[in-house]
């Protein structure tokens, strides 16, 4: 890898790392700040913290360096320890002192992130690593020499080695911002996901290289800001909204809102990412089983990438169903009619397995759930909502109400 490449890709790595802390500290109220590139420019810790997390008082309650290396690199405890020292000895104090890596530990580094997250005391420690490092004089040597105060910083110290690499970072970073918008009802699908990331990376790199540093300081309110950006702005800038697409026939939404009716499925689906979810709403007809689904939708469409409603009707209702739904997530399939339902269902199971984001079928008016069952996804991340006045049939899993 030549030079320019390889600084690129450490200064990417770097930022992707400061995003994912500013996102990770989003909703703590004692956080005020995180600050790229660290100290102002002038202090003499500059060089040494590449982002650090300041509290609301002025508290720096973390200062961190990142190393990254190229696919299979290493890193040596020696050379761990090395970083850590130079941030003891050249950086303001801080609560925690901090090593990103995304390297392999090499020799001894495994065993030197255990011995600073043990906990040990401040003279215990040093006895510890001037022990675990006999054959290097230039860590001895700068062991030895730190002050009380040095010391003291030293037991604060902390390395992570972080196996994975930055594609699994972005899409970490993708759904931790899906979750902070679809908290506040706004959606966000795998195109302005990505978008959205990239954008907020470009803003940690602009506000590295101003050297005046003035804006070095990223408050959490400007984070939060630019996260929950409209739906309207950030459906123009990809064309489109690639989240909450509803298809089907749903049945027409009350205008008066009922929150305690759908209170049961808000509890059945929390927030999470969890694995294909279900619950089954049980009732004679005519008590607003469908109603209160579709009042459902209205409150958390913006949680879900697609929205398929499913008329149980009838076999062929079922299928119909099934294919309009195949045919949005995937054309080409949906453009063979000759295709049997069984070969339907898989088709459309595979598309849903593909989705990046969170899903919801509704199974509406289903007979006998023997029937409707292979229909069902039981895989990738979705939620099932089914309705049925046979209170009878066999429910299956998940919550009943």
């Known amino acids: 890898m030549d030079g320019g490449r390889g600084a690129a890709r450490g200064f990417h790595y770097q930022y992707l790392r400061t995003l994912e802390r500013l996102v990770a500290v989003i909703d703590d109220p004692e956080v005020g700040c995180v600050r790229v590139e660290g100290p102002p420019p002038g202090d003499t810790a500059v060089d040494k913290v590449d982002f650090d997390v300041v509290d609301a008082d002025g508290t720096v309650r973390e200062a961190v360096q990142v190393k990254s290396r190229v696919a299979g690199g290493s890193m040596s405890g020696a050379l761990a320890l090395g970083v850590l020292l130079d941030m003891v000895n050249g950086s303001q104090e801080a609560g925690r002192y901090l090593l990103l890596t995304n390297a392999r530990p090499g020799v001894k580094g495994e065993r030197l992130g255990e011995v600073l997250s043990a906990g040990l005391t401040p003279h215990l420690l040093l006895d510890t690593l001037l022990e675990l490092f006999p054959d290097a004089p230039q860590r001895r040597d700068q062991l030895t020499r730190l002050s009380a105060e040095g010391r003291s910083r030293l037991a604060r110290c902390r390395l992570e080695f972080d196996a994975r690499d930055d594609s699994e970072i972005l899409e970490e970073l993708r759904n931790g911002l899906r979750g902070i918008r679809n908290r506040a009802h706004q959606g966000l699908g795998d195109t302005s996901a990505g978008l959205l990331t990239g954008y907020l990376i470009s803003e940690i790199h602009g506000r590295a290289a101003d050297t005046t540093g003035e804006s070095a300081a990223f408050s959490l309110a400007e984070l939060r800001s630019l996260i929950l950006v409209d ?25 008066v809102r009922r929150p305690r009716l759908i209170e049961p499925l808000l509890a059945a689906f929390p927030a999470t990412q969890q694995p294909t979810r279900r619950a089954t709403l049980v009732g004679p007809s005519g008590i607003g089983k469908s109603s209160a689904a579709a009042l459902y939708i209205a409150e958390r469409a913006d949680a879900y990438d697609f929205i398929g409603w499913i008329d149980c009707e009838t076999t062929a209702s079922t299928h119909g169903s099934f294919l309009r739904v195949l045919d949005a997530l995937d054309p080409s399939a949906a453009a063979r009619p000759e295709a049997r339902p069984d070969q339907t269902q898989q088709a459309v199971q595979r598309a849903l397995g593909q989705m990046p984001g969170r899903w919801l079928l509704v199974f509406d008016n289903v007979a006998v759930m023997r029937q409707a069952e292979p229909w069902v996804p039981t895989a990738s991340r979705g939620d099932v909502i089914v309705t049925t006045l046979n209170a009878a049939t066999h429910l299956g899993t998940g919550e009943v109400v």
């Open 231 to 255: 739906a309207q702005t950030l459906a123009q800038s990809i064309g489109a909204r690639d989240w909450g697409t509803i298809v089907g026939k749903i049945p027409v939404i009350p205008d």
